[in-house]
Antibody, heavy 120, light 113 residues
Framework: QIQLQQSGPGLVKPSQTLSLTCAISGDSVSSNSVTWTWIRQSPSRGLEWLGRTYYRSEWHYEYAVSVQGRITINPDVSKNQFSLQLNSVTPDDTAVYYC??????????WGQGTLVTVSS | DIVMTQSPDSLAVSLGERATINCKSS????????????LAWYQHKSGQPPKLLISWTSTRESGVPDRFSGSGSGTDFTLTISSLQAEDVAVYYC?????????FGQGTKLEIK
């Protein structure tokens, strides 16, 4: 059974870096048939696709333009997990963040969600 | 980016009645390689992550009751719940996965009348 377990702080100060990790069980971060994606949800933005990483003979990364330049999604093969880093956060980045697995784009497994509040 | 627009924003339906949610994409999400529309529907209940209900416009995921159905083509899509049950109260989202970023509609809140 596939499970995604998120971890990371729920409070981040403005201008600092948001860091979340998603531990995968029941699948491999190196699988060549899925992608690993971060989604966030806020009242102002609704559900927002942030970016993904996937392995197809080499690692690939895609990011939404809205967070390009501030976002990094990294796989960790040794721990079978992937992470999200979002730099220079503002209160507008306050949201529930989800890690997900996607097959051909469809988000079939989700982490439990992490409410991240950006506040001093 | 492909813009997804849902209607209505909220909907109240009596138990046992039909609920219909619409979703319109700003451009076609038809993938030429398989002639399928890359359109999914998710159900989001409070305190839980969203759940994939339907993909490829009309393919129900395993375990999804058959009262849920999807239809549409081109840029216009519909999610129908044929006979509303109390456990169907949720926010429903459409999503295109044709082109990144894989954008979502703004959501439709479904309640019991």
């Amino acid at each position: 059974q596939i499970q995604l377990q998120q971890s990371g702080p729920g409070l981040v100060k403005p201008s600092q870096t948001l860091s979340l990790t998603c531990a995968i069980s029941g699948d491999s971060v190196s699988s060549n048939s899925v992608t690993w994606t971060w989604i966030r949800q806020s009242p102002s933005r609704g559900l927002e696709w942030l970016g993904r990483t996937y392995y197809r003979s080499e690692w690939h990364y895609e990011y939404a333009v809205s967070v390009q330049g501030r976002i990094t999604i990294n796989p960790d093969v040794s721990k079978n997990q992937f992470s999200l880093q979002l730099n220079s956060v503002t209160p507008d980045d306050t949201a529930v963040y989800y890690c997900t697995r996607a097959i051909l784009g469809r988000l079939d497994y989700w982490g439990q969600g992490t409410l991240v509040t950006v506040s001093s | 980016d492909i813009v997804m627009t849902q209607s209505p924003d909220s909907l109240a339906v009596s138990l046992g009645e039909r609920a219909t949610i619409n979703c319109k994409s700003s451009q076609s999400v038809l993938h030429s390689s398989n002639n399928r529309n890359n359109l999914a529907w998710y159900q989001h209940k409070s305190g839980q992550p969203p759940k994939l209900l339907i993909s490829w416009t009309s393919t129900r995921e395993s375990g999804v009751p058959d009262r849920f159905s999807g239809s549409g083509s081109g840029t216009d899509f519909t999610l129908t719940i044929s006979s509303l049950q109390a456990e169907d109260v949720a926010v429903y989202y459409c999503q295109q996965y044709y082109r990144t970023p894989h954008t979502f509609g703004q959501g439709t809140k479904l309640e019991i009348k």
